[in-house]
């Protein structure tokens, strides 16, 4: 067979090879509890972020399809996948996020841990949780939402009765008198903020304290618009940074959220894991930053 018929014959059976290979990986993706088919492919898709199909050759010289690790080298996101890919659009080459929201870069973190509780303080109406779950993140877990309006709680717990497979805790929860006492005191858990604590003027020192004792073995993701805080020492200058600082000053939002975090790591409570300026599209003026860090027991 000449090299251009193998190619042919490779390429004619491409699909069914796919989604053969698919189809077995489909089996691990299945096994979460309570899986449907939506969340499913979802998982599906959140793997093949990561996972490339390629052409191996087989002992017996034939060509069968597989799934390789990307090799990322570069601009990775704290979840080991860059944050964004570069695509044709139209009539150039665009840049398009991996991480849109919150909630994506959340999942891509959720698949790779085996989380017994996730929680999001400061939630709304619980919106970020709901499509964590129906998107197939962490299904067997425990989900708790603090928020601070009871507008906000009344509207999760309606909704939580249209997710009857969803475990969710709904409680009120000031991030300025930090109460955690409804929330795990056990098991690994992740814990997020998003765009919740822009709205805390000043951020007292005890969240940091009160916030590292949730669970015994704990992750806190802050997806939150401090880029204007980080000094230019740990993250360069941006375009958006005076305007940004403009607002929050003219709004009375969060001047404080970066001093308080690194603080927190000075006085031994926490350890910074990673610092991501304006790694998420927004609006201008309120650009989202992420914050990772662990407690140091
Ligand atoms: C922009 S919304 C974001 C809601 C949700 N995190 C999301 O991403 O969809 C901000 C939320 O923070 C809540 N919030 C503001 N100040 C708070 C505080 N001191 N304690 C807890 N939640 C607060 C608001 O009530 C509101 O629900």
């Known amino acids: 067979m000449s090299e251009k018929e193998g190619f042919e014959a490779l390429w004619k059976k491409f699909y ?8 077995r990986a489909l089996q691990v993706v299945l096994q979460s509890p309570d899986c449907d088919a939506f969340m499913a492919c979802e ?3 959140r793997f093949e972020g990561y996972h490339v199909i390629v052409p191996v050759d087989t002992p017996s010289g034939a060509k069968e399809f597989a799934f390789r690790k990307k090799l990322y080298t570069e601009d990775l996101a704290f979840t080991q996948r860059p944050f964004e890919d570069v695509r044709a659009y139209r009539d150039g080459k665009t840049s398009f996020p991996n991480y849109p929201r919150p909630v ?3 999942l891509d973190i959720i698949d790779q841990h085996s989380f017994d509780s996730i929680v999001e303080l400061g939630g709304g109406y619980a919106q970020n949780l709901f499509a964590l779950h129906a998107r197939g993140g962490a299904t067997h877990a425990q989900f708790f939402m603090g928020e601070y309006t009871e507008s906000g709680c009344q509207m999760a ?4 009765q249209f997710a009857p497979k969803m475990k969710l805790k709904v409680s009120r929860f000031d991030h300025n008198a930090p109460d955690i006492s409804w929330l795990p005191k056990e098991g ?4 997020f903020t998003a765009h919740s604590i822009e709205q805390v003027h000043e951020l007292s020192p005890f969240f940091f304290e009160k916030v590292s004792q949730i669970g015994s073995e704990l992750l806190v993701i802050q997806f939150e618009p401090f880029g204007f805080q980080v000094p230019l020492s740990v993250a360069p ?3 958006f940074d005076p305007q940004h600082k403009k607002f929050f000053e003219n709004v009375h939002w969060n001047l404080n959220f970066y001093d308080q975090l690194t603080k927190a790591q000075d006085r031994g409570i926490l350890q910074i894991l990673a610092i991501e300026k304006n790694r998420l599209p927004g609006d201008e003026s309120n650009p989202t930053s992420v914050a990772i860090w662990k407690p140091k027991r």
Request: glycine share 0%; charged share 25%; aromatic share 8%.
């Open 16 to 23: 069914q090879d796919a989604w053969a290979l698919r189809h």
């Open 43 to 45: 998982r599906l898709k």
């Open 104 to 106: 994506d870069y959340l």
């Open 157 to 160: 717990q309606q909704l939580a």
């Open 188 to 191: 690994k858990v992740l814990c």
């Open 237 to 239: 200058a941006s375009q």
